[in-house]
């Protein structure tokens, strides 16, 4: 039995995030998708509220289990026992910070694999970064995030000045 670990912020997860998880779910026994709890980057979701999110993204996939965690990846890997760590690549630039980072967890822990999948062409542009940028500026992203996650955002956003919004769509 194979168990892979598919790692992120999620911050919030968008309909790119759940073409992964969906296709890795396919190729492995068990996925978990673990919800990076504090990254070195500002979030707009508490831990809490993303693992929620993610949790109501996934359901009714009996081979995904969403978890938080933190600390370094490949040590969360080998307290979970997964073999394997699932990361996406959109475009040439993911590739090479994939590509470094795959090299460093191959260092790190030369006993786990990692296995990136490249995107559905429809998700090419999504980030989870271009979709909070267009939300925060009151742009429509019922096309790239499930419902729940849209009004999540519309919450998130109604209270936010506009001097508050840090985006660079705006210019």
Do not use: W
Request: glycine share 6%.
């Amino acid at each position: 039995m194979i168990k892979a670990l598919f790692p992120g912020t999620f911050d919030p997860i968008h309909y790119g995030h759940v073409d992964i998880a969906k296709r890795a779910s396919r190729l492995f026994d068990e996925l978990i998708v673990a919800v990076y709890d504090k990254p070195l980057k500002s979030l707009y979701f508490s831990p809490a509220q993303r693992i929620s999110l993610v949790k109501k993204a996934v359901a009714g996939n009996p081979k995904i289990q969403v978890t938080g965690y933190s600390g370094l990846t490949v040590n969360y890997a080998h307290k979970i026992g997964a073999k394997v760590i699932v990361r996406g690549l959109r475009v040439f630039s993911d590739f090479e910070y994939e590509f470094r980072m795959a090299l460093a967890n191959h260092r790190l822990s030369p006993d786990i694999e990692i296995v990136s999948l490249i995107t559905s062409e429809g998700h090419t542009f999504l980030s989870s970064t271009t979709v909070c940028e267009i939300a925060s500026l009151g742009g429509d992203v019922s096309s790239m995030v499930p419902p729940y996650v849209h009004d999540a955002l519309k919450q998130r956003f109604s209270n936010i000045d506009e001097q508050d919004v840090q985006t660079s769509l705006r210019d």
